[in-house]
């Protein structure tokens, strides 16, 4: 692969070839593609597919056992996940993992820790996208309901100023109405230029968000295409969809 995709535009995180084994089992058997700088692109496949692999592999939890990964031209298979964040890449791993008893403003605030004060703007930002967290500002993470606790794991992770956002299963467990925000939410994230690669279960809404997409089958790529081919591809609609095409 190339730094530089077939329209021209520059590849902002490229993975190539990579594999990644748990122990005898591969979990990713050399995949390869690259997310372009402003796109949002998401990762589809049943349980076990290998999106959330590919997930933590690109963001240092865990190291492939061959292949390479570049962000921004250089090399960052085998960075720790620590320094992968002080180049722009921020995780929200599935389950929001937020600090139970710290409040809301301490989670933003750990948000930050790569930098030795806080952005004041970042901060007004993520307020101005997240009504509900200014609304709960001193409240304990812990005990903020499932919508507002994804909220706040998005908001903390804008607080780190990623270039590249990985969002793992953002909607889950939550109800239609705040699974309609926090999609709307991506994409105001999005259009204030950041890159996002998205893992969802809700495969109609992410390919209806995303500029492009990548269908995973037990740790290989099956199909790529753009939001609209594969929300018309018939694989795609019978894998992922049956229930939007049993309803119409």
């Known amino acids: 692969m190339t730094d530089v995709t077939k329209n021209g535009t520059a590849a902002l995180l490229e993975v190539t070839d990579v594999e990644v084994r748990y122990g005898a089992i591969a979990a990713l058997k050399g995949i390869s593609f690259d997310v372009r700088e402003g796109e949002i692109v998401a990762l589809l496949g049943a349980n076990g597919a290998g999106k959330t692999t590919t997930q933590k592999t690109v963001s240092g939890m865990m190291r492939p056992a061959s292949g390479s990964i570049t962000f921004d031209r250089g090399r960052i298979d085998g960075i720790p996940a620590h320094e992968l964040i002080g180049l722009g890449i921020c995780h929200v791993p599935e389950g929001r993992h937020v600090f139970p008893r710290m409040s809301v403003h301490e989670n933003l605030e750990m948000g930050a820790f790569r930098f030795k004060t806080m952005d004041r703007n970042d901060y007004d930002r993520v307020l101005e996208l997240f ?8 409240q304990q993470a812990g ?3 499932g919508g507002e606790q994804q909220m706040l ?5 804008l607080m780190g100023k990623p270039r590249l956002l990985l969002l793992d299963e953002p909607s889950m467990g939550l109800a239609p109405l705040v699974v309609a925000q926090i999609f709307e939410i991506i994409r105001e994230i999005n259009k204030a230029g950041v890159t996002v690669l998205l893992v969802e279960q809700n495969a109609a809404q992410a390919l209806a968000l995303a500029n492009r ?3 995973l089958e037990t740790g290989e790529i099956v199909l790529t295409g753009t939001g609209e081919e594969l929300l018309a591809d018939e694989r795609v609609r019978a894998a992922y969809l049956g229930e939007e095409i049993a309803a119409s």
Not at 131 to 138: F, G, N, S, Y
Not at 153 to 157: L, T, W, Y
Request: net charge positive; hydrophobic share 35%; proline share 5%.
């Open 153 to 157: 794991a998005i908001g903390r992770a």
């Open 143 to 145: 005990t903020l309901s």
């Open 213 to 215: 997409g990548y269908v």
């Open 131 to 138: 009504p509900r967290l200014r609304e709960r500002i001193k």
